[in-house]
């Protein structure tokens, strides 16, 4: 991470403020001033200000807009993984709060705070995820009542829970489970003879993928955003 984004999330001050305390040559990096708000910090850089150690406190949160191609995993052995989009100290102690496949694109959210993604991520709560859907074949209408019913899915035991289908085009949907089977969205849509050819995870119960936000951006979620699932 850069030392002035540093400061500026340590300290709560604006980047403009980060760099007139640095150019006071109020900040020490291992020891030495640094005047340099772009100078990138090790994960064990000590940053002192003012005879004071600066830590990056509290719990993380942030929403990425997932690129296709990018795993959601810390490790892969052919594909990159979602933590190299990151400009932030320590993203090995981040995890994913509701993985994408590889090739699903969209709203992926990660946390250091493992009580607030299991509201995300455990089948006890019932957490809504809306996707957006791009299909081989038209969707028939009968599709929306199917998967309100439920479908059962290869390997498993029990139907699908409700599932909310709205359709935009012959070959183009808006899904929303409540559930977070593996593969589920290509899944169901292989269960009534079709294919997902694109998916677009648009909102994980009240927060929405920020459409500020391009494919490889992040941005820190909102106190409001935090509390919906605290
Ligand atoms: N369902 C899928 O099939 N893939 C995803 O990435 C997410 C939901």
Known sequence: MRLDKYLTETLGVTRKQATKLLKAGEVTVDGAVVKQGATKLADDSEVVFRDRELNLTGPRYIMLNKPSGFVCSHVDDYNPTVFVLLDEVSPEKLHVAGRLDGDTTGLVLMT????WSHRITSPKHVCEKTYFVELADPVPEETIATFA???MLRGEKELTRPAKLVLISET?????????KYHQVKRMFASVGNRV???????IGAIELDD??????????????VAYFL
């Not at 250091?112 to 009580?115: E, H, L, R």
């Not at 183009?172 to 977070?180: D, F, K, V």
Request: hydrophobic share 25%; net charge negative; proline share 3%.
């Open 197 to 203: 050819i694109g998916l677009h995870r648009e909102r």
């Open 112 to 115: 250091d705070d493992g009580q």
């Open 172 to 180: 183009e949907a808006r899904l929303t489970i409540t559930e977070g």
């Open 212 to 225: 500020a936000l391009e494919p490889g951006d992040y941005r820190e979620l909102t106190e409001e955003e």
């Open 149 to 151: 019913e439920g479908v």
